[in-house]
């Protein structure tokens, strides 16, 4: 799924300018625990939290995250923008729970490699 | 020092949740800039901001040691915090004494160091009661 697929599908918003506007997400992961999702998620190219700080951006690039979505209208704050874009990682905010949000992409086809 | 072998050094301040993850930040773009294997970086990078976000939240912040030559990245990390009193115990899924001011920032799983065993190609830990903490991480490159 593009960037401009999964912003149209969440209604989202994108915060960054800089990443690759053509790159295809096959799976995600939703969690509020950055533990976890060093521990569980394999090869998962986007993720999808409620937890803003800038540790989900450290996190998304240790885990070769390309994509963080904040779900229930959070914005990360200017800083942690500018980590995302220095990173190349894309940053997205919905007004949707956490749940729906996840929901959405599942049912176009989004799955999750790993436990998380 | 033998040649060939890069050598790098950071400071890991306390309790400060923006800086964190810079050290391990820094060696990933270094392995990157040199070409490594993705999948090795990835293990390394797993490792390494492991061990540094519990020297950021356990051990009252710490520094890194890193050298890398063309085969493998020695990575060690210490601290002078408070020790590890339990290693077995803290080596177990979901062990943790993170305080809630941990969680609020998305760790405190008790699952760090069994993360970084299972990355690592040599894992090693010293630790003394009111001494600190030292993680060695070896990761080679094939
Ligand atoms: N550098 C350290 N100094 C002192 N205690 C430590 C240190 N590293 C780990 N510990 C202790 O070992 C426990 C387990 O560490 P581990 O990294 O596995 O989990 P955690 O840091 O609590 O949570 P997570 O890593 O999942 O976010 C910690 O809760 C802490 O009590
Ligand atoms: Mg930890």
Known sequence: MRIEEITGLLEAEILTVNHDKDMDIRSACGADLMSDVMAFSKENAMMITGLVNPQVIRTAEMMDIRVVVFVRGKKPQPTMIDMAEERGIAVLSTELPMFAACGKLYQQGMHGRGDS | ?142
Not at chain 2, 24 to 51: C, D, F, H, W
Request: net charge negative; no cysteine; glycine share 10%.
């Open chain 2, 1 to 142: 020092m033998e040649p060939g072998v890069i050598i790098r050094e950071y400071t890991i301040p306390a309790n400060d949740f923006v800086v964190a993850g810079e050290a391990s930040s820094s060696v990933r773009k270094l392995l990157n800039q040199m070409g490594v294997a993705p999948a090795v970086v990835k293990r390394t990078s797993i490792a390494m901001y492991e061990a540094e976000i519990n020297a950021v939240i356990h051990g009252h912040g710490g520094r890194a040691h890193v050298e890398i030559d063309s085969e493998k990245i020695v990575i060690r990390i210490s601290d002078d915090g408070p020790g590890i009193p339990n290693v077995e115990l803290a080596m177990q899924e979901g062990w943790s004494t993170a305080p809630d001011s941990v969680r609020e920032m998305g760790f405190g799983a008790g699952m760090g160091l069994p993360n970084i065993k299972r990355h690592a190609d040599a894992f090693h830990l010293d630790t003394e009661q009111g001494r600190g903490t030292t993680v060695n991480i070896i990761v080679h490159f094939r």
